[in-house]
């Protein structure tokens, strides 16, 4: 019973959805909880994560904030970023004083994406690269006294989480922040840690800083170490940090030079995920709610269960934290391509499709279970329902791209794999297996890292810019201004279908001009047979000397959608497939 409180059940077939649960369903659940909290030694209420989303946009409400909705994962005229990755970066501009903020007070729940450790996620349980972020603002308006005040009361007031669970942190040097966390929030100093300022001091070169104050709960000494001088900051999983209170109260040089600023502000962040865990009990964010929920759609598909096998545990995270991320990232209008923003999407979705046949199931299926993500974020994201088909298309149309070639793909790679000699791969076995087989070079790291193997990425990335420079160079070929770069042909038409059909492309297209002229000599008005017989032979023979080049262009045609578009814009005449090209 308590490992289903955690796990509720998918709706059965034919039962009502879309954020609505019948009677019956709400009372089975309203048992569930109260098994959790009678079987359990959680010294605090449960609660599920779009509830404690809701409490704490409602908490900060009643504090004069302004809620605001989450803002869009692509940033918003900042360049410095890829995709939002915390919850005050898309307010960057109303910290720095280039933008007004609608109120001086604000509170928002962001959606975030952050990729840096994304070979680890599945791996580890801690590891994900979607979450949301929830926080409470001040641009020049309240500051260290009362977020530390509403803090403590969210904490011990609302969520009824017991005070001796509580620890707090501050930078070593901040005795202000000292005086108020005991003296008028009432924290027992021995609760109180001072770390450096690698731990609670917030700079990022020059700019506004501070120093910065984290909230910790004791998940208890069985979640320990063990090791008798176990505290706050140890590596174990017992301390674990829930919230971060930002004070921005200093100007910054980049030299080590301070300047207080005349009106200091107060930045906020507390993970979602992160406080369900603690608020559930639970010991990691797959474990948690709605997220549970998403898992278990998968698992219903795949017929694999979670926490029979630590393999398909992996696998099964994977899946679930990356249809969770690219749900959201095509939701704000992010697509599929190998470059910024797309590569990133095109790259979980990939990841999550092999995980998926590791998992021993070969259909595509994501498409099937972005719908529980939405259903699961229904309540604080209703903006997904309204996208839903769309969002549904983008991933079935990219598994589907994906699945037609992934059997060949693995097909190489498991060659190469087995083969003892082989200790690093090429760069044109790299740059085939991404531009043939639509692998992208992260996803081919990843699993040739697991049998030691590496990669010459540097090679790799010289064959992309050969490719690059050559699909540039397209457009001013079919008019004619410039000759084919021969050179360029020769270096990757062995590699690249994409090339080959470029090129096939090319040669088709100067074929149907010399085939117009033939036929305009006919009736008198142009060229000489001898001219146009000789130009057909130059270009067959050209055609020739590539090898299966245009043979090859018809298999390629079937799975790559640029080739169809490109064959489509052949046919409308040199002048538009030269506009489109560049």
Wanted: hydrophobic residues 30%.
């Amino acid at each position: 019973y308590k490992r289903q409180a955690y796990l509720p059940v998918l709706p059965e077939p034919g039962e009502r959805t879309g954020g609505y649960d019948p009677p019956m369903e709400r009372e089975r659940k309203r048992i569930l909880v109260y098994i959790v909290k009678e079987t359990t030694t959680m010294s605090h209420p449960y609660h599920g994560l779009n509830e404690l989303r809701e409490m704490f946009l409602k908490f900060f409400e009643t504090k004069g904030h302004l809620r605001l909705p989450s803002f869009s994962l692509v940033p918003q005229g900042d360049n410095s970023l890829l995709l939002i990755n915390s919850g005050m970066a898309p307010m960057k501009k109303y910290f720095t004083g280039e933008v007004t903020p609608p109120r001086k007070r604000v509170t928002t729940c962001q959606k975030c994406i952050r990729t840096p450790d994304i070979e680890r996620v599945g791996i580890t349980a801690r590891h994900g690269t979607f979450f949301e972020m929830l926080g409470n603002f001040s641009f020049g308006d309240y500051f260290k006294h009362e977020a530390t005040a509403w803090a403590w009361e969210f904490f011990t007031k609302v969520l009824e989480m017991p005070p001796e669970k509580l620890y707090v942190s501050i930078y070593e040097d901040d005795d202000e922040a000292f005086d108020i966390w005991t003296k008028e929030v009432g924290v027992d100093p021995s609760h109180m840690v001072r770390l450096g300022k690698e731990d609670n001091f917030w700079e990022h070169g020059s700019g506004p800083c501070g120093p910065c104050s984290e909230i910790y709960f004791d998940r208890g000494d069985e979640k320990g170490c063990g090791r008798p001088d176990c505290h706050v900051g140890c590596e174990c999983d017992r301390f674990v940090e829930v919230w971060n209170l930002v004070f921005t109260q200093f100007e910054s040089d980049g030299k080590g030079n301070y300047t207080p600023l005349e009106h200091p502000n107060i930045d906020t962040g507390m993970g979602l995920e992160r406080l369900a865990c603690v608020m559930q009990g639970v010991d990691n964010l797959f474990l948690v709610d709605t997220i549970q929920n998403i898992m278990k759609h998968i698992s219903q598909i795949t017929g694999v269960e979670y926490g029979k096998n630590e393999k398909s545990d992996v696998s099964l995270r994977v899946i679930t934290d990356h249809i969770r991320s690219t749900t959201f990232m095509i939701g704000d209008g992010v697509l599929p391509s190998n470059e910024g923003k797309g590569y990133v999407l095109r790259r979980l979705l990939r990841r999550a499709a092999r995980h998926g046949r590791l998992l021993g199931y070969n259909e595509p299926f994501l498409y099937k279970v972005c719908d529980t993500v939405i259903k699961e974020n229904l309540t604080a994201y209703p903006e997904l329902k309204e996208k839903q088909e769309f969002i549904t298309k983008v991933i079935k149309v990219e598994e589907e791209s994906f699945a037609k070639t992934i059997d060949q793909g693995f097909k190489m790679l498991n060659g190469i794999m087995d083969s003892e000699d082989v200790k690093v791969l090429s760069g044109e076995d790299a740059f085939k297996l991404n531009d043939t087989y639509g692998f992208p070079i992260d996803l081919t790291k990843e699993i040739l890292s697991e049998k030691g193997i590496k990669v010459d990425v540097e090679r790799f990335r010289e064959l992309m810019m050969k490719k690059d420079e050559l699909v540039m160079d397209v457009g001013s070929v079919l008019d004619g201004e410039t000759a084919v770069n021969e050179g360029l042909i020769d270096s990757l038409g062995g590699l690249s279908d994409a090339v080959q059909c470029l090129y096939s492309l090319i040669e088709q297209q100067k074929t149907d001009k010399e085939s117009t002229k033939r036929t305009k000599y006919s009736t008198g008005k142009t060229v000489s047979k001898k001219r146009a017989s000789s130009a057909t032979a130059k270009t067959d023979t050209k055609t020739a000397g590539k090898g299966k080049a245009t043979a090859r262009v018809s298999t390629f045609r079937e799975y790559h959608p640029s080739a169809q578009r490109a064959e489509m814009r052949a046919k409308r005449g040199a002048e538009n497939v030269s506009d489109r090209c560049r």
